[in-house]
């Protein structure tokens, strides 16, 4: 199987760990409380499999999944069969084709951290930009430099962790370096998963060069993009977003 291909055959295993209902219960929330519009259609751009994609089309909205990968795209159009109103497209968010159609984005589980340059970072929230009608708001999650500096040991220690779900098992042993003057953490990342059934052992690399934000700049980029920063989170709980947190949770809206 292809590097890509066995991500996308065990996504949904290797993060089996999260809880989709509360992200989307918070997505929910943050609508609620921050959209000038009422929300029927809403895009997830970097959708991988679709989980929320999948999650928000049963709580009776229109959704559609973006994703580059094509191994992403059909594992969730094989999920999506019997539900009308989900669709999955293979796209690359830099260049979206909507125009002012969804009443709300996401994009959810640090997709915004692989737009590494600002010329590419501004494409990809002018794209966002131009699908989404004024009032939309824009939910996505990054990586927090300020934060991430701050627990740096932390981070560049080599690290395993171990990840169950069904009759399948997944080792996780990842390596961080991390470069403060580019604002990037290279992330080496090897996944061994163990199909007990078939006793099969598929091992995979996954290396990332995520880009690493300030608050200031994710603001300014927004700004540039014609989004407002409405609220700032450290995650999906909603808990605050402080100098202490490795992550962001931004929503933004589009003005
Ligand atoms: C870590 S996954 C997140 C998937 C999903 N949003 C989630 O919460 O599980 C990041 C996804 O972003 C996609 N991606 C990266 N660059 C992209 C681009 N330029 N356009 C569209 N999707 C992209 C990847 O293919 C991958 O599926």
Known sequence: MLKDESYATYYDLLYSHRNIQAEVDFIEKVLRECSLVPVKKV????????IHTLELAKRGYT?????????????????????????????DATNLKFDREFDAAIAFYGVVSYFRD????????????????????????TWSLVGVQAKRVYYETPFS???????????KEENWRIDFLEEVAYAEIQWSVIDLPRNEINVFKHDLTLRLFTLRELTHFLYESGFELCKTYEDYAGRPFTENSS????????I
Request: charged residues 25%; proline residues 2%; positive net charge.
């Open 247 to 254: 992550e962001i949770v931004v929503v933004a809206r589009a």
């Open 161 to 171: 962790s171990f990840r169950k779900a069904g009759s399948m098992l997944a080792i």
């Open 63 to 91: 959704a559609v999944g973006v994703d580059v990968s094509p191994a992403m795209i059909e594992a969730a159009r094989r999920k999506a069969v019997g539900l009308p109103n989900v669709e999955f497209v293979l796209a």
């Open 43 to 50: 895009l997830d751009v970097g959708c991988g499999t679709g």
């Open 118 to 141: 600002d010329d590419s970072l501004l494409k990809f929230f002018n794209s966002v930009r131009r699908a989404l009608k004024k009032g939309a708001v824009f939910i996505f999650d």
